[in-house]
């Protein structure tokens, strides 16, 4: 090494010695965190674009939808029973996607339909979530006897028909938005509560667990602020793609009439139940269609929003 390597390396102890390759800047306190990579809206595929949108319309239609409907839904007119739709022969633009047997506005039962989904689907996530979580946390975190005891329970509700016990507790309790809600929330605690389980299974030996129990932490701030935040993302991905089976539980309970009462607030699931009987016909075959296809659109949106969430968040499954 010359003599002017050495009086600048003396200078500058960082600086690599010559021909060596250049090496990174070590991060010295003080020095600004290196900014996160930012939001590119063009690295979001087309397809996330559009379900976004139509969700959106779905959303705006849920939470306008007095302004947005043309008709009450419960609004009869007998004169206009069965008509078709405006682009159909005898249709007119005052019924756009048709009137029932009853005279009732297709569209403006939709439009109400997409409130009564939306509601019952995300107030049911959130109950279902909560549970579900906690759930999975004490299990995993505590073991033992609480663990056994709390998967017990899961594997016995996963060993019946959620279905059968639905239809049977609806039977006896009577059809209401509440117990709807109830009963659709607790069908998807189980899901959550093994997710988040494996992840406390998956930290609660790590370093910075042992860390903070060292310094005297209690059981309830190491979940809360230490073990929690580490298994948000699994179950916020979680609960995009359950949120679509929330919603098509609901219609089919609503198919089954054991869903919201028909006369209280519209719903997608008994709209296609009124009109089954009318499918393969050329009249009234509207009735079952439209709210099928929303039904079917809401659905296939949440679920492919919730693929796209579930890569984005995942590094294994990211794209370069």
């Not at 939001?39 to 319309?57: C, H, K, M, S």
């Not at 005279?103 to 049911?124: E, F, K, P």
């Not at 997710?195 to 190491?222: C, D, K, W």
């Not at 929690?228 to 929330?246: C, F, G, K, Q, Y």
Request: net charge positive.
């Amino acid at each position: 090494m010359s003599a002017t390597a050495r009086n600048k390396a003396a200078r500058d102890p960082d600086a690599a010695p010559p021909g060596a390759l250049p090496l990174p800047p070590l991060a010295r306190i003080g020095d600004p965190l290196r900014p996160r990579r930012r939001f590119q809206p063009g690295r979001v595929p087309v397809y996330v674009w559009v379900f976004g949108a139509l969700l959106l319309g779905i959303v705006l239609c849920a939470l306008f939808a007095p302004l947005i409907a043309p008709h009450e839904p419960f609004e009869q007119s007998l004169r206009n029973r069965l008509d078709p739709p405006f682009w159909l022969e005898g249709g007119s633009r005052t019924y756009p996607l048709g009137a029932d047997k009853l005279g009732q506005d297709v569209l403006s039962r939709i439009v109400y339909g997409a409130r009564t989904s939306l509601q019952i689907g995300i107030v049911a996530l959130l109950i279902g979530g909560t549970i579900g979580t906690a759930a999975g946390l004490i299990a995993g975190f505590f073991g033992g006897w609480v663990n056994e005891a709390i998967m017990t329970v899961v594997d016995i509700q996963l060993a019946f028909p959620f279905v059968l016990l639905a239809i049977a507790v609806i039977a006896v309790l009577g059809a209401s938005l509440p117990l709807l809600i109830v009963v659709v929330g607790l069908s998807g605690w189980v899901t959550y509560a093994r997710v988040a389980r494996a992840r406390v299974l998956s930290l609660r030996e790590t370093g910075f667990v042992e860390a903070v129990r060292s310094v005297g932490a209690t059981n309830a701030r190491i979940i809360l602020r230490h073990i929690l935040p580490n298994t948000l993302s699994p179950l916020i991905v979680l609960a995009t793609l359950e949120l679509a089976r929330l919603i098509i539980l609901e219609a089919t309970l609503s198919f089954l009439g054991l869903g919201v009462p028909p006369r209280t607030t519209p719903s997608w699931g008994s709209m296609i139940g009124e009109g089954r009987e009318y499918l393969g016909s050329d009249q009234g075959w509207w009735i079952s269609v439209f709210p099928g296809i929303a039904l079917f659109v809401t659905a296939l949106g949440v679920s492919r929003i919730g693929d796209w969430i579930r890569d984005a968040l995942d590094p294994t499954l990211r794209q370069a």
